[in-house]
C-alpha cells in the first residue's frame, strides 16, 4: 500500500489535534478515527495507516520497559518510574518484565533510550574488548 | 822422333800386311766393303735428316715437358706447402680467436650466472619477507582470534558463575545504580 505525501500529510494534522499538552490523547484519537472510516472516502485507509504509525511511535516514545532478572521491590519500582518522569515527564506508562538471562541488574527502554546495567550488558561490552 | 816415325812406318808397312793377309782370309772384298760403307752413309744421313732429328725434337719436346711437369710440381708443392703454412696460421689464428671467444662466452656464462644468482637471491629473500609478513599477519589474526575466544570463554564461564553466586543484596544493589543512572 503507497501512502501518498498528502495522506501523510493529513494524518500528522490529525496526529497533531490528537495532542493534548504534548500528550496524546486516546479519545481523541478514536473519535478521529472513527470519523475518518466514517468519510468513507477512498485514501481514508493509507492516511490511517500513518496516523496509526505516529500513534505508535508516540506510545513507545512514552512507554518506559523496566527489565529485571527478579521481580523488584515496590519502593524500586515506585523511586525508578519518579525517576523517569523525572526525566521524560508526565504521561510516561511504564511495563515492568522479568528476563533471567540478564544475570543481575535492571534495563530500562524509553523509546530510543536504552539504560542497560544489567550484568549481561556488562558482560558483553567485556566481550567486545576482546 | 825420327826413330819413332820409322818405327810406325815399319810397323804399319808390317801390319799393312797383316791385315791384308786377314782380309784375304775372311774374303773381304774392298770395293764392295767401300760401297757398302757408302751406301751405310747414305742410309744414315737420311735416317739423320728425316727419322732421328725428328725423334730427338719429340725426345726434347718430352723432355721439356717432363721439365716443365716438375717443374709446375715443384710449384704445386710449394703452393702446397705455402697453403699449409696458411693453413696452420689460420687454424692457429682460428684457435686463438676460439679461445678468446670461449673466454668471452665463460665471461658472459659467468657474469649471467651471478646476475641471475642475484636475482634469485632478491626474489628468495622478497619471498622471505612476504613469508614473515604472512607469519606475521597470522600470528596476529591468531593472537586476535585467542583473545576473542578466551575472551567469549571468560564471559560465559563469568555468565554461569555470576547467575548463581549474586545474592538479593547484590541484585538490589545493581538495580539502585541503574536508577541513579537515570536519576543523574
Known sequence: MKITKKAKREAKQLYRFCLVNGLLDENRARQVVHRVVATGERDCIPLLAHFLRLVKLNRAQHTATIESTTPLAVDVQKAVQSNLERRYGQGLTT???QRPELI???RIQVGCDVYDGSVRAGLAALEKSF | MN?????????????DGQIAQIARTFGVDWPHLGAQIISFSIVCAILYKFAYRRILAMLEQRRQQ?????ANAEKIKAELDKTESQRLEVMAQAHIQGSKFIEEARAAAARVQQEETNKAIAAAAQIMAKAHEAAALDHDRMLVELKREVGKLVVQAT?????KILTPDDQ???????SKQIAV
Open chain 1, 95 to 97: 511495563k515492568f518484565a
Open chain 2, 66 to 70: 717432363i721439365a716443365l711437369g716438375i
Open chain 2, 159 to 163: 555468565a554461569t558463575v555470576t547467575g
Open chain 2, 172 to 178: 538490589r544493589r545493581l538495580v539502585e545504580e541503574t
Open chain 1, 104 to 106: 543481575g541488574g535492571m
Open chain 2, 3 to 15: 826413330a819413332f816415325i820409322f818405327l810406325i812406318a815399319a810397323q804399319s808397312a808390317e801390319s
